[in-house]
DNA sequence: GTGAAAGCGCTAACAT
DNA sequence: ATGTTAGCGCTTTCAC
């Protein structure tokens, strides 16, 4: 029960429907002629076309579907800002969901995403239950997992390597002379990436024989962790002079307490954040921390999503993993 | 050119397919022997039901469509998350758009939800183009509006006053004595609502005698915006002793700056922030902002859709502009 | 409780 | 360049 379909469209401007549906999709394949009273038609009528209806005729839509683990801060929501703008000029419409970084409800979200033919489907992460793989692997639909490439991709991968993320974080500490670092997570049960983070830290401080332990808040990342975070470390372990973050916001509460407690950072506390968050270079001392090239992982996404659009075969991709690498930056709070 | 379509699953529980979809959606309207049957069709078969053409014959889907100004920042993307959750409980998958603050975008964005037959769409304040407003009091798709209620609403809309928050901001820096203060946003020209809070800081200002002037960056909110207008104001402007701002982030900034200029927070200058985001309460000193009641606002929002859904005449709500008010949290910047 | 039949609005050959 | 035709996979009366 549409207002307006094409077919009044095509009535109105005395044309057949499938010159006007010709019209919407090549528009420089009808006469000028036609282009101009379809055009007027369309714009009296206020006219809509019904993309469910298209999409069920073509056998698929125009959506790439996205799922990330959270949209809580503006850790994620700046990497689907990202990659919605990118698709959206290629006339590429995004639905976002988030997994709250559980692999069931990824699950959901995949088998929603599955069911509106999408030309597309983004993942976070090489971690998915057998069913999703499953079921991924069997539709024709592209995907594309991103921001970590540990792994044997559905399709393509594009992303960095976490752990040695996480040995550059800790490496850094130790150059400066750090000799007890702790990595200060959040619900590093369920996040995978920042695990490996902190293995790869862990592995750095065995490597060069000092001490290193971790701690994990059950809440998700705030400052509010970090702050937390803070009160332990000088409640209970002894002589912390380093800490690597799983995420910027962190640090940033870090940075908060230390100025409370009267810690100098990096003078008694040396801080590596994760991320490059806007407020880095800005809050005092300045963070130290990890940037990643998210303009150029929405730009590989893209290029995959829209090969596959036009048929490439996956074969024919040069390479199924590809690693943006990451860049440390250096600033005063280590 | 679907895997497995209901028709195969049909087959296989030797019913007919208008049973299959009677069980998929009325489970309890077949016999247990049916629903055994097809069950076991379904999970050996693994089908998908395809959601575009339920869509297109049933004439509607179960998405919800909300545009947003930004997913810059934690704001809105904090605020879509809320809705996306509630949302999620009641079965409704939701498409997320960003206008970056511009109403063209929006008008397209709003065509483009519309051509999915949305169970409803959710918008960002109450200002749109005159095309807007057709194609959706066109449609017969129900419209919420939301974080502003200043305006006549296409359907119905749930936010609170701006410009009351502005005053308020405004009052709270004069009420501690301050005689001279600045309204720094990000964007005014854009951004409606910011314009109204800085338009009620500037009312109080005049009704309590004393200066007033806003400094807008052309750029979107961030710390980085803080800082440029802290420099400027204390170059530029003399004897300023308060600030109000158009976000916490902006105000995140201003605090960073303050601290680098030596600048004491409230004693030379005060500042209030507006979203009350998770670092208001840990940062140095605590930022006295205005909270939102998100979880309201995201409640009622469902509920409007909710009940819409349900075949619920518009005429039948009690009422069309819902205000969810505002509190003040007060902290040590101001 | 179950099935047959008629579309939903559009796209994509194919023919003209 | 334009029109004709045959579905896409599902929901929804309406019989049985």
Redesign the interface.
Known sequence: ???VTMKQVAELSRVSPSTVSLYLRKPEAVSEKAQEKIQNAIDTL?Y??????G??AA?R?NVVSIIVP?????FF??W??RV?RLLSEHGI??????SEYSLDREERLV??A????PAGIVLTGVQHTDTVR??LA???VPVVETWDIDGEPIDTSVGFNHKEVGQKQCQQLIDRGCKNIVFVGARLQEDSRARMRCLGSSEAAIAAGIAFTHVSDLQPA???V??RALNKIVSSFKDVDGIVCSSD?IA??LL??C??LAIKVPEDMAIVGFGDL??A????PGLTSIKLNFDKMAAIVTERLISSHSGLLKADLDTPVVDIGFELVQRDSA
């Not at 809509?48 to 209806?53: C, R």
């Not at 959270?70 to 503006?74: D, G, V």
């Not at 270079?281 to 005092?284: F, R």
């Open positions: 029960m549409q207002s206020g809509v076309p019904n993309l469910i209806a999409g069920l056998a839509s959270s949209l809580r801060t503006a929501s700046q689907v800002n919605e419409q995004t639905l976002i969901g988030h088998k929603a599955l069911s509106w033919k499953t079921m069997n539709s024709e705030s400052t509010k970090g702050v916001i940033l509460g908060f307490e100025q409370r806007d407020f270079e800005t809050c005092n």
